[in-house]
């Protein structure tokens, strides 16, 4: 999922900033794709490193002890929601100052919000 918000902030930089500038929705997406890189390596580490010793994560029969990996499930999925939500608010303002009928911004907004619900649907291993 990092690498997939990281292309769509990456795609948003390049339809939406004009080349050699750099505006305000420039160092937002910057700053999300970097939250969002720290966010992947955190919670690849965590899960990665929650059992001591390793091979408990794959054989629950070793003696040894995890972490309760319900938080690290609902920490991910409550933290994944968010910048779901950030991600889906932060071209908004852009699409609205667009020089066309309402009815094309709420086209556009609306393919922008169905990207990201099926970004965030597709992400939960619920669904």
Known sequence: MGTLKTAILREWIRLFVPR?????????????ICLNILYYTASILASALSCSPHEKIWNKSLPGKCVDNKVIFVSSAAINVVSDLAILILP???IWSLHTTKRKKI???SVFAIGVMYETLSSNPLY
Do not use: D, P
């Open 107 to 109: 086209a556009v907004s």
């Open 92 to 94: 908004q303002k852009i």
């Open 20 to 32: 050699g500038t750099k505006t305000r929705f420039y160092w937002a997406c910057v700053i999300f």
